[in-house]
């Protein structure tokens, strides 16, 4: 007998689905806004605002790469009951990339999506320490600019990994090609699309 343990999801499927859409939505129209997503539990090593984004953005359709300390019973069988979503064990195969901040996949491997289709590229879903819109000591300052930003927007984000600040800051991949990225730490997610200009203090 399989003994993992289902654990509840939403507790209103509708209403708590297009709470986080929305939410979802503005973060990445307003990049470095930070929402509180608190609609589920934490699901073992997955914050709820990790389960939450899965729970949203996840169905049938899309291929979800997991990191090793994700990749375990728990997580894959609530994911896969929940969301129904295929799991692959190729990051460049991915359209949804999971992992905690020190666990990144090499960034050059995931899809970028193309000129005619950037929406195919892969979303990197990183849970990190800690979010904030004031400057936290220890932490990374990020100086955002772009589209969804009158001016500046600082956003502080403890352990960023150095290979996600270098990809932030160069952006290698030519517009509009590229990675959105999808931070979340406890309760809370914020986004950096692939149009935002990054610098860090």
């Known amino acids: 007998m399989n003994s993992i343990a289902l654990q509840i999801g939403f507790r209103d499927s509708v209403t708590n689905a297009q709470q986080v859409f929305r939410s979802l939505l503005t ?44 990749a375990i019973d728990s997580v894959i069988r609530n994911l896969s009951f929940h969301s129904g979503c295929r799991l ?14 020190d666990q990144l996949p090499p960034l050059e491997l995931l899809k970028l999506g193309s000129a005619e289709y950037p929406d195919r590229g892969c979303t990197l879903l990183v849970q990190v320490g800690q979010l904030s819109d004031r400057v936290l000591p220890g932490a990374d300052v990020l100086r955002l600019q772009g589209p969804g930003i009158a001016d500046q927007r600082i956003l502080s984000v403890e352990s960023l990994p150095a290979e996600l600040i270098r ?35």
């Open 27 to 70: 973060v990445m129209s307003e990049p470095g806004v930070i929402e509180t997503l608190d609609q589920t539990e934490a699901l073992d090593t997955l914050s709820p605002a990790a389960f939450s984004t899965c729970l949203a953005l996840l169905d049938s359709t899309t291929r979800l790469w997991l990191a090793e300390r994700f």
């Open 88 to 101: 692959t064990g190729n990051a460049n195969e991915a359209d949804f990339v999971l992992c905690p901040a």
């Open 167 to 201: 990809y932030l800051t160069e952006r290698p991949d030519p517009f509009p090609l590229g990675l959105d990225i999808v931070l979340l730490a406890g309760g809370s997610v914020t986004a950096i699309p692939r149009t935002t200009i990054v610098e860090v203090n």
